[in-house]
């Protein structure tokens, strides 16, 4: 049973929500000299979700800080995201985000105008054999 | 909620304080809103110890953060909160318990 939820034909959500919380990889980082109120000592990242799943016989995926992502960062998804940041995560590193205010309020505090955030800075993750 | 099968471990020592030491699980949603990212995973807490391989619940919001130790303070989204010995649906049986 490797196949995950294809089968079960319900309405799409809105094009932009990923799930609330998600593995990705950061892309690159994005900076500005004019910026939103609340927005001092956040880093934003433009981060890519990692895909887990190929398929029946893909590679099983797995990360850690000295090899990068294996097998290939085509285990990413085609959309990126834009979160914020205060770990110091780097480009390249798998990183874990949550979305949603509350997450916000917790780790930023509700003064801060977004609401996609990194929450831990990952070591290693590892896809399980089925 | 959702019922999705454990199929990936996470490791990471700097995370958001608020977060505790609480073990991260990697979710394949059996059946899933179409998700509009193609992840095929959702990163959860786990507050029931399960392991790979096990089927979870799945809960999602201020009623999911609420039951892990720290309470309304825990900066997760997704929370594990049980493991799933099986359930039916119209494709049949499914887990370690047939029905």
């Known amino acids: 049973m490797c196949s995950a939820y294809a089968s079960v034909d319900l309405p799409a959500p809105p094009p932009y929500a990923p799930p609330p919380m998600l593995l990705c990889r950061v892309e690159r980082r994005i900076w500005g000299t004019r910026r939103a109120d609340g927005l001092e000592g956040i880093t934003l ?21 000295e ?8 285990q ?28 916000r309020d917790l780790v930023f505090g509700d003064a801060a105008p977004l609401k996609t955030v990194v929450l831990a800075i990952v070591d290693r993750a590892e896809e399980a054999p089925c | 909620m959702l019922i999705g099968r454990v199929v990936g471990t996470v490791w990471t020592t700097r995370r958001a304080p608020a977060l505790g030491g609480h073990k991260l699980l990697v979710v394949a949603p059996e059946a899933w809103f179409r998700p509009a990212f193609a992840t095929g995973h959702v990163v959860c807490l786990d507050v029931a110890d399960a392991g790979p391989g096990d089927h979870v619940l799945v809960s999602f919001g201020d009623p999911a953060r609420s039951t892990a130790p720290a309470g309304a303070r825990t900066p997760a989204e997704a929370v594990a909160l049980a493991v799933v010995d099986g359930w039916t649906d119209e494709r049949g049986a499914h887990g370690k318990v047939s029905a």
């Open chain 1, 45 to 65: 990242l433009e981060v890519r979700p990692v895909r887990f799943g190929g398929g029946d016989g893909a590679p099983l995926l797995r990360y850690d800080k």
């Open chain 1, 67 to 74: 090899r990068g992502l294996e097998p290939s960062a085509a």
């Open chain 1, 76 to 103: 990413l998804g085609d959309a990126a995201i834009v979160a914020a940041d205060r770990l110091g995560a780097g480009v390249g590193e798998l990183v874990l985000v949550g979305t949603g205010s509350r997450v």
